[in-house]
């Protein structure tokens, strides 16, 4: 069974960066997307960035040019650099993967998840 765990959340200061990483087992990572999405109290999940093979990468408007999402396909290890993290920007973050290699930003293109990081930006 295929299995994503996050690490590298915490509490950062706004404008600080921090490193997410998803280790995931048992999962073909060619022709797959694999991506991160964020969801905050009380609202729905959104997708952050995504990769492929580490060839194809895709990031939201609003984390374009701060994020960074690259891959270790020997380690088959995703991973997320924030930096310029914004005040008010708390979420938990979450890892997925999806089979299919279509729609990269749809959370309901992902087939597996990860169990979540938290990461709280304090102001």
């Known amino acids: 069974q295929v299995q994503l765990v996050e690490s590298g959340g915490g509490s950062v200061q706004a404008g600080g960066s921090m490193n997410l990483s998803c280790a995931a087992s048992k999962f073909n990572y060619r022709n797959s997307w694999m991506a991160w999405f964020r969801q905050a109290p009380g609202k729905e999940r959104e997708w952050v960035a995504s990769?492929?093979?580490?060839?194809?990468?895709y990031y939201a408007d609003s984390v374009k040019g701060r994020f960074t999402i690259s891959q270790d396909t020997a380690k088959n290890t995703v991973y997320l650099q924030m930096t310029s993290l914004k005040p008010k920007r708390s979420a938990m973050y979450y890892c997925?993967?999806?089979?299919?290699?279509?729609?990269?930003?749809?959370?309901?293109?992902?087939?597996?998840w990860g169990q979540g990081t938290q990461v709280t930006v304090s102001s």
């Open positions: 997925a993967a999806e089979t299919k290699g279509s729609t990269y930003d749809s959370p309901g293109t992902y087939d597996f």
């Open positions: 990769i492929m093979t580490n060839v194809f990468t």
